[in-house]
């Protein structure tokens, strides 16, 4: 049976460029159709695909380009309040479908494609990719290894620069990027659920928009997106995760820091480095792995390699017909603690998150 599989990319902006330097290095994926309504995103995407030796079609939108080309698999990464209309018309049209984050901007909207996609019997898969930078996912891998014992406490630090600027500046504006903690942080989110195995059941947050944007305005609108925010999780197995978030700290040595405490010891990894850090307690440490990454897949993209090695994975399932490995509840979990986040901002008060098997509650 051939592995071989017709892709096509909806959005190409930065992120779907990015997949475009990535899907040339996957063996037996073939881009042959991108669809953007901004002329100079296509044309973006049109010189990229020449350097790559991509042969592909361009169309100013993606009902027009399903009339032309039938593509195995769709990416879509539109900007984020496109994203629920987009994937509709997707999955009536029966592709395998790869939604970058967040999945949605609101939570009725996430809710709704959840319950969708359970009774699609097509490939669907949420590009929350940072599970697969490979020191994150070493990291991950000696923590489910037990070397830490029962986790206790898990930190992640994000410490970077503010929001690029996006065609029609829509990421300035909550309405249109589901909010900082969503459009961003969902996935931190995904990242605690999947390094504690476990569910939230209470979030407290405490954020603002104190530095980035306030001299700018959009058809006499000020940006409301905040800058800056802690976030603690409470797990229902009694584990504590926080979420540290800055974005006007692009001086940072390390962009993002993870670190996970249990009664044996202290793990962490920090990126852009490449340095897994063992502490145990005994203080026979630290002890220091070194994880590295091939360089023409850093040179593919931002995120440390992730989007190659999740596209590896996806496209595997794609030709082997097994389940997606994040999952539509995983995208719609992610939102949802974005969603109580804000929500805690906004009100000052903790916010109680219930997840039910069939699907999820937010109280």
């Not at 010189?47 to 993606?62: D, E, P, R, V």
């Not at 994150?136 to 503010?162: N, Q, S």
Request: charged share 20%; net charge negative; with cysteine.
């Amino acid at each position: 049976m051939s592995l071989k599989r017709r892709y096509a990319i909806i959005g190409c902006g930065m992120m779907g460029r990015e997949h475009m330097q990535n899907l040339a290095l996957v063996p037996d994926a073939k881009l042959v159709a991108i669809a953007d309504p901004d002329a100079g995103s296509r044309d973006a995407a049109t010189a990229l695909a020449g350097k790559l030796g991509q042969t592909i079609a361009t169309f100013a939108n993606a009902a027009h380009m399903l009339t032309e080309c039938t593509p195995d698999a769709v990416i879509i990464a539109s900007p984020n309040f496109t994203h629920f209309d987009v994937v509709k018309r997707m999955m009536d049209a029966c592709c395998a479908i790869l939604l970058e984050k967040p999945m949605c901007t609101t939570l009725e909207d996430a809710a709704a494609l959840e319950q969708a996609v359970a009774s699609y019997p097509h490939l669907f898969w949420v590009g929350l990719e940072y599970r697969y930078m490979p020191p994150v996912t070493r990291f991950i891998e000696r923590v489910h290894a037990g070397e830490l014992g029962h986790l206790k406490m898990l930190a992640i630090r994000e410490h970077r620069f503010p929001f690029l600027v996006k065609v029609g500046d829509w990421n300035r504006f909550n309405r249109n990027s589901g909010g900082t903690l969503v459009e961003k942080c969902c996935h931190f989110f995904d990242l605690m659920r999947h390094i504690l195995r476990d569910e939230p059941v209470r979030i407290f947050a405490s954020g603002a928009q104190d530095v980035n944007h306030l001299d700018e305005r959009y058809d006499g609108e000020t940006p409301d997106i905040i800058d800056n925010a802690f976030v603690m999780v409470d797990f229902s197995g009694g584990t504590r995760a926080v979420l540290d978030l800055c974005m006007f700290a692009e001086g940072s040595q390390e962009q993002e820091e993870i670190s996970a405490v249990g009664p044996i010891g202290k793990m962490e990894v920090k990126l852009p480095g490449r340095e897994v850090t063992w502490s145990p307690r005994d203080k026979s440490g630290p002890i220091v792995e070194v994880v590295d990454t091939p360089d023409d897949v850093l040179a593919a993209g931002d995120h440390h390699g992730a989007t190659y090695f999740q596209l590896l994975d996806f496209h595997a399932a794609l030709t082997q017909g097994t389940p997606a490995l994040i999952t539509a509840q995983d995208g719609y979990r992610s939102v949802a603690m974005g969603v109580a986040a804000q929500q805690s901002i906004a009100t000052g008060s903790p916010v109680e998150l219930n997840f039910q098997t069939s699907g999820a509650s937010q109280s």
